[in-house]
């Protein structure tokens, strides 16, 4: 029934209203729009209606700040919290919490705690008085979070909070300012926050995220401040900063950026720069003509100071010290009206500065020292002023030679330059003559080697062709050897790979002892075993091929010890047992690795294990961390490694509970043929073609986290049939592990049943790639994550 109209009266609105009331969805903006209607209003029934509204809206926004509260654990700057009955919006403001509201909603949160003890490596757990404790749920913390609906402004600060910030993070829609510096995040920067477009400032300082430097900054079109400080972001610098012109701040040191920093001319807002304690190794950029701050120091960049640097008239502090720039600094850096800070110290300077150099009138700090700059001090250098400090030390001046190298090496360094443009000719000379001299050498070499050597395959070439059959087409020959280019998410504190000798693996298992002997594989025999220092190690005894030398044998070991990842096994060594033989007919070779005592994943799907069974989201978990791997070995390194044999047996635990691969590589220095080419019928054949592909295996690995190894062992079939009809209910109750039904949301076992479908499919083109199955499962684990225990599999509806 429609109410009368009154005389600021509107149909459509309380219609609105009302329908939004019964759904229990109201929107706050509607109520206050209609609440400024009715207010004067005779509709006294209706306003009562939406007065109520309005106060159960508050008390919902104050419900949230209290279970944000519990997620935090209680911390002493929210003590004030312990009144329930008080009105969060209406609080004084103090100097470590404030909450702004707008219509009685939250529009802005900050918190800074005390938990500002950094530590000098994290590990991804709780740390007690420092983190959170071990049931702090970061998913969950969030997912409260993004019931604050009119956040603009969220700043939670040296909380202890730690774990991977997940992609849900955008839900915050709304947010314009998000700071979560000073914490123990860890894990990528979620890709999900590139839909935040309403987002100003990003600040995540001084935490531990350690993959490889976001390239989706151009989706943010109203970014200003960007400051990833003090982080173990790798990789090179994102390009996709340079179309982000709406930046001022970028702060992005003390990461592990490395490469070349392109021209950033283009960024016409951008006011400070700080990149310094990187590993940055190009020529210096060219610079915005607006920049204020410019921090580059302790990087590798090389060349000379770009002339450009003397025309940025509002450049106030300039650092580039501790790199491996050259040639004389220009005289107009000096002479720059705004300029108070200026750092050249510890390059590789030369030559001398003019002495009418012209120092800016608002020039405060120069340091020139530990360079190797000659001749006297300009005048404005040595002006005896309480207002200028000048640092000279280490050079090869003449003023205060007390404090200057010493006089052999400054002559040396005169006399290189005194001799550089006499012997200019000679030197061009003696190039061109050692250049034809080593050419027909080389010719002559080669003849010798064609007539000698028939054989002669080279020890690059066999390397380049096993490997371009293990990776993507595209790269060069020159590029597959090398392997230079590993991703510096796999540098770590891991051991680095060493030779050991056969006396000190047969000292570590007994000579070998049944007792030391853990198993057989396609890879050969595995022995426990026990180094010198006490450390446990796996040892794998693998058998070579005849046509691998020593050296080129090596190449490959050399290959296989660059993968390092917190979810491989780590490779601690080798030994190349040559049996008496000559140097091509290599007998077998062992591999070191370090030993996880937990067993594998295979052993804890079945009720029957020794181990604990794991549940729907410890499986998650654990193919995550595989998947992560995976991804590592197919783009970490060029060329990648593809072909890695993915089974459960092969997915270890540590001590931890941490899943690693172990056997991934292998496919390079094993003696295994192809088995692609088999003429079998039926599913044996499509098994052995897709033997080698990592994303098929790991689709049954997938599968078999979701039967348990008894049915998938049967790989029959009957099983390709049941497969079919997982996708329905009475599929799934039928052949899902009793374990994940109990355990898991539908939602998120339909996810992964999806990507299980596509990556056993029988067409390989149609299969996802390797981050297409991380992303799926990420996804799964936060869907799982954020359903309640009692919306199970068994009481779950269709999706």
Request: proline share 4%; charged share 20%; glycine share 6%.
């Amino acid at each position: 029934m429609r109410l009368p109209l009154d005389m600021y009266g509107n149909y459509e609105m309380f219609d609105k209203f009302h329908n939004l009331w019964q759904l229990g969805t109201t929107n706050s903006k509607d109520m206050y729009v209609l609440w400024n209607l009715l207010k004067d209003s005779t509709l006294t029934n209706l306003k009562i209606l939406v007065h109520e509204a309005l106060t159960r809206k508050r008390s919902s926004q104050t419900q949230v700040l209290q279970q944000l509260r519990k997620h935090l654990e209680y911390p002493k700057q929210l003590e004030i919290w312990n009144n329930r009955s008080i009105d969060f919006c209406y609080l004084s403001s103090f100097p470590q919490v404030n909450i702004t509201c707008q219509d009685n909603f939250v529009t802005e949160l900050r918190i800074v705690g005390d938990k500002t003890a950094k530590v000098s490596g994290f590990h991804g757990f709780a740390i007690p008085k420092q983190t959170l404790s071990e049931n702090f749920s970061l998913d969950s913390f969030v997912a409260t979070l993004a019931r604050l609906t009119n956040l603009r402004v969220l700043s939670l600060v040296s909380l202890g909070i730690w774990g991977p910030l997940p992609d849900k993070i955008h839900r915050l829609s709304s947010l314009e300012y998000l700071d979560l510096s000073s914490n123990f995040l860890f894990g990528s920067v979620p890709p999900k926050i590139s839909t935040m477009l309403k987002l100003q400032t990003l600040k995540l300082d001084d935490n531990f995220f350690n993959d490889t430097v976001p390239n989706w900054f151009d989706s943010l079109s109203n970014l200003t401040i960007l400051s990833l400080r003090n982080n173990q972001l790798k990789g090179q610098f994102p390009s996709s900063i340079l179309s982000t012109t709406t930046l001022t701040d970028l702060i992005m040191s003390s990461n592990g950026m490395s490469g070349k920093l392109p021209h950033l001319s283009s960024l016409t807002s951008l006011h400070v720069l700080d990149l310094s304690a990187n590993k940055l190794d190009s020529v210096l950029p060219k610079m915005p003509k607006g920049v204020v701050m410019v921090i580059l120091s302790n990087n590798s960049f090389c060349g000379e100071i770009p002339q450009q640097y003397g025309q940025l008239s509002q450049l106030r502090r300039l650092d580039l010290s501790f790199n491996v720039l050259r040639g004389k600094p220009p005289s107009a850096v000096f002479s720059l009206p705004n300029i108070s800070f200026l750092n050249i110290a510890s390059n590789m300077l030369r030559g001398s500065l003019p002495d009418h150099l012209s120092c800016g009138s608002k020039l405060e700090f120069i340091d020139i020292s530990n360079n190797k700059l000659m001749g006297g001090l300009p005048s404005c250098f040595s002006t005896n002023s309480e207002k200028r400090i000048v640092e000279v030390d280490g050079n090869c001046l003449s003023f205060n030679t007390r404090h200057q190298h010493v006089e052999s090496y400054c002559m040396e360094v005169y006399m290189k330059k005194q001799s550089k443009g006499k012997n200019a000719g000679i030197l061009a000379g003696l190039i061109i003559g050692v250049f034809i001299l080593t050419m027909l050498l080389a010719c002559g070499f080669l003849i010798l080697w064609r007539i000698y050597c028939p054989i002669g395959i080279s020890e690059q070439h066999l390397l380049h062709k096993t490997v371009q059959d293990s990776s993507a087409a595209g790269f060069s020959s020159e590029l597959l050897a090398s392997a230079r280019f590993v991703s510096e998410a796999a540098k770590s504190s891991l051991p680095v790979c060493r030779s050991y000798s056969f006396e000190e693996l047969k000292e570590a298992t007994n000579n070998f002892d049944n007792s030391a002997f853990m198993g057989e594989g396609s890879y050969g025999k595995l022995y426990k075993g026990r180094l010198e220092n006490g450390a446990l190690v796996a040892i794998r005894c693998m058998p070579l091929s005849k046509k691998y030398s020593i050296r080129n044998l090596k190449l490959r070991l050399d290959l296989l010890a660059k993968l390092r990842h917190p979810h491989l096994v780590c490779l601690l060594g080798h030994c190349v047992d040559v049996g008496g033989r000559d140097d091509f007919s290599t007998n077998k070779i062992f591999l070191i690795s370090e030993y996880l005592p937990s067993g594998s994943f295979c052993t804890h799907l079945a009720e029957n294990s020794y181990g604990k069974v794991f549940n729907w989201s410890e499986r998650l978990a654990i193919l995550i961390s595989i998947a992560k791997a995976v991804h590592f070995l197919h783009t970490g390194i060029i060329p990648g490694f593809f072909h890695n044999r993915l089974k459960t047996n092969n997915i270890l635990l540590n001590e931890h509970g941490m899943a690693k691969l172990s056997d991934y590589g292998l496919s390079i220095i094993s003696e295994e043929t192809d088995k692609c080419g088999a003429k079998v019928e039926g599913y044996k054949s499509w098994q052995m073609k897709n033997l080698e592909d990592d994303v098929c295996s790991f689709g049954f690995i997938l599968l078999e986290a979701l039967v348990g190894p008894s049915v998938c062992a049967r790989r029959d079939a009957l099983l390709l049939n049941e497969i079919a009809s997982i996708n329905s209910l009475d599929g799934q109750k039928r052949i899902i592990d009793p374990i994940v039904q109990a355990t898991c949301s539908q939602e998120s076992l339909s996810i992964v049943l999806s990507i299980m479908s596509k990556c056993i499919s029988l067409e390989s083109c149609s299969r996802p790639s390797i981050e297409d199955v991380l992303w799926n499962l990420q996804y799964a684990a936060q869907i799982q994550g954020t359903v309640s225990g009692d919306h199970r599999f068994d009481t779950a509806s269709p999706q």
